[in-house]
């Protein structure tokens, strides 16, 4: 346990940040995970507008590297397009 006032503090606003930042990854595998398991066209344009929402807010807070979130993008886009 940290002695000084300010590493405590530190302490507890790291643990709630990663908190948040799990739960924000967690649903954008989730919603990546319902694109690739949707079985109409349709739908899957629907949820591919979801994740890359997703997507793009995560890549400009950081949460992941925005060259990633490109791929991924890039990726579903080609797999949503693939069963057209």
């Known amino acids: 346990m940290p002695n ?3 590493a405590t503090k530190r302490m507890k606003l790291s643990a709630e ?6 739960a924000a990854r967690a649903r ?3 919603a990546m995970r319902k694109v690739r398991e949707s079985a ?3 739908e899957s344009v629907r949820l591919l507008r979801e994740a ?3 997507l793009d ?8 590297h925005p ?3 490109g791929r991924l993008k890039g990726q579903l886009a080609r797999l949503v397009n693939s069963r057209d």
């Open 4 to 6: 000084i006032k300010s």
């Open 17 to 22: 940040a990663r908190n948040r930042n799990r």
């Open 28 to 30: 954008i595998r989730t």
């Open 40 to 42: 109409s066209p349709e």
């Open 52 to 54: 890359t929402a997703l």
């Open 57 to 64: 807010r995560a890549g400009t807070r950081r949460l992941l």
């Open 67 to 69: 060259n990633r979130v």
